[in-house]
Nanobody, 118 residues
Framework: QVQLVESGGGLVQAGGSLQLSCAAS????????MGWFRQAPGKQREVVAT???????SYSNVVRGRFTISRDSAQNTAYLQMNNLKPEDTAVYYC????????????WGQGTQVTVSS
């Protein structure tokens, strides 16, 4: 079982920055690929960025160059630094820990609201 605790959402003006954090605890937490997904009202949940246990990042095209995902393996915490935010980035952001490639489970955080005003 892995528990995910998110923090860092809020309200920011367009062009501003926010950093999201996701602390993972539980057995084998360091083996999971961690990621951030988001869901805007009326839309499907979409991947934003992921990072493997080895630290390899991957980004969606809409955030590449503006968002940076990182991971502190010692703290089992993933971060999403979001710069140059746009109103279309407004969504609930969910942390994810995916261990399915290693025969483990898939876990979600509770979500944190990010609102970007124009």
């Amino acid at each position: 079982q892995v528990q995910l605790v998110e923090s860092g959402g809020g309200l920011v003006q367009a062009g501003g920055s926010l950093q999201l954090s996701c602390a993972a605890s539980g057995r084998y937490a360091d083996l999971y690929t961690m990621g951030w997904f988001r869901q805007a009202p009326g839309k499907q949940r979409e991947v934003v960025a992921t990072i493997t246990g080895g630290g390899s990042p991957s980004y969606s095209n809409v955030v590449r160059g503006r968002f940076t995902i990182s991971r502190d393996s010692a703290q089992n915490t993933a971060y999403l630094q979001m710069n140059n935010l746009k109103p279309e980035d407004t969504a609930v952001y969910y942390c994810n820990a995916d261990g399915r490639r290693r025969g483990l489970d898939n876990y979600w955080g509770q979500g944190t609201q990010v609102t970007v005003s124009s």
